[in-house]
């Protein structure tokens, strides 16, 4: 295999067949060794949090499956924290989709002067950031993608919709169990012109709370699949 990326959390990995192949990683996003998926850069290694991640992603990208989204997933190997993909072009440089069901986190520290932190947002709030560590993740628009040339309006709503639908069928999910999602973050890219979920569904790219309790990466797994 060639090593085609190196992740914050993942390295990438091109395979004979066509395919991708990706290198789940004990690193996790956060700041000064504790955990916050909101954060840009690898603040602490969690031991385990590669396999948790991939089996995570494993259990919510056959469930999509399922419901009939479609995404990149093709196969895992969790013994190795190894997952194939399909090929997907990255849209610019990489591209973050978040999806805030509470507001907390980076959109406190934005607009803390507006709203309090722990308040519900209805229907659920949809943003997104170009991947850039130098310049702190920025914000970007629908109008702005579309006028840098990264994606048309269609593409933007395409992936809108599907940000809302997946975030309902995981946060349905965790409600069933007692857990509550505050926010989830994605990427896309497409693939074949058809914008599609790429990357992973993890257990270390959501904040999820049980009763006023964060619930942490590794032990959100153990809770999602021994039920």
Known sequence: MKKIYEGKTK???????????????????????VFDPGENTVGLTIEGIGKANLQTSVYYFEMLKKAGIKTHYVSADVDNATMEVLPGKVF????????RLVATGSFIRRYGEYIADGTPI???YVECTFKNDAKGDPLV????LAALGVMTP??????KEQTLKITKIVADDLKSIGLDLWDIKFEFGYN???????????SGNMRVYKGDKIVEPVELTKLILNR
């Open 122 to 124: 209805e229907g659920g």
């Open 141 to 144: 628009t629908s109008e702005g």
């Open 11 to 33: 390295d990438v990995y091109s395979l004979d067949n066509g395919n991708v192949m990706l290198k789940f990683k004990d690193d996790c996003t956060g700041k000064d060794g």
């Open 154 to 159: 269609a593409m933007f709503e395409s992936m």
């Open 192 to 202: 074949n012109d058809e914008v599609i979920l790429i990357d992973e569904i993890a």
């Open 92 to 99: 610019g440089h990489g591209l973050e989709v978040i999806c």
